[in-house]
């Protein structure tokens, strides 16, 4: 009896450790393509940046994070303004993810670690990125849903991006009354300006 | 600040002028060192002053609990149903 609930406990251990090995794999498919893009010479900045947002929009978790950080204005609004207001957040979150792997395009990286959360079901993966002045841990929160992974949060120096995002956005929100439509024409300009930026 | 036994010796040396010295190359080494994620966030930000204000939070949060492992940040609470 001892033997099988070894080997059943056993099959569980492998199984989720498969499961982290599977994720990193994936995940270090799509940071090498944002890399990538960086480092391809033969990109303009607007086709570069496109690329890379249309890489971080397939693998985020878009839609539930606009709808987390927006608060309790998402409840308050109409169907067509949550529309706008995920359009806009998904050229933000992309602007913001881009902005930071920049910083880091010439620098070496490598997916130290992979640990599979089962309290949350999230996959940690934790990516140790080389500058010559030392190292920098990323860590990623990925989560499965029919069969396609999403990052869900990216954690620097115990800072949840996330969460900061859902801090500022409140503190934006409470200025425009949790107006969402009011929110947009913010964000909206905040990307133009953001956009300009990285093209540039 | 004092704690530090550079800085103590340095003051019963008299020797005290290295103590501000220290802590502000201190400043400059570590504001170097994330010159960019500072330069991204306030390019990105609808609120600079709030990002920066929760990013402090929660590293202090962190600090205080003595988080090492990312593990225990707390998780939003994402739903993915939607994608």
């Known amino acids: 009896m001892k033997f099988y609930l070894f080997i059943f406990i056993f099959i569980i251990f492998i199984s989720k450790n498969l499961y982290s090995d599977e994720t990193s794999e994936w995940l270090k498919r799509e940071i090498d393509i944002i890399l990538e893009a960086y480092k391809n010479e033969n990109l303009s900045n607007k086709n570069r940046f496109l690329l890379i947002e249309k890489t971080i929009n397939n693998n985020f978790a878009g839609t539930g994070i606009a709808k987390f950080v927006a608060g309790e204005a998402w409840k308050k609004s109409n169907k067509d303004t949550k529309k706008i207001y995920i359009d806009n957040f998904k050229r933000h979150l992309a602007l913001n993810i881009a902005s930071m792997m920049q910083g880091y395009s010439d620098q070496t990286y490598e997916l130290t670690k992979s640990k599979y959360d089962n309290k949350n079901q999230v996959t940690l993966v934790d990516m140790e990125i080389f500058s010559d002045t030392g190292s920098v841990v990323v860590t990623w929160r990925v989560k499965e849903s029919k069969d396609r992974f999403y990052v869900i949060d990216l954690i620097v120096a115990d800072i949840s991006l996330v969460v900061t995002k859902r801090s500022e956005f409140n503190s934006m929100l409470k200025k425009v009354d949790n107006d969402l439509s009011k929110f947009n024409e913010v964000l909206f300009d905040q990307n133009k300006i953001s956009y300009q930026k990285i093209t540039e | ?83």
Do not use: C, H
């Open chain 2, 1 to 83: 600040m004092m704690t530090d036994p550079i800085n103590a010796y340095a003051v019963s040396e008299g020797e005290a002028w290295l103590v501000p010295m220290r802590t502000a190359v201190n400043a400059v080494d570590t504001r170097s060192q994330i010159i960019d994620e500072v330069n991204a966030l306030r390019d990105n930000s609808v609120d600079y002053y709030a990002a920066v204000r929760s990013s402090y939070y929660q590293n202090r949060k962190a600090a205080i609990n003595n988080v090492d492992d990312s593990e225990l940040t707390p998780l939003p609470l994402i739903s993915i149903e939607f994608e």
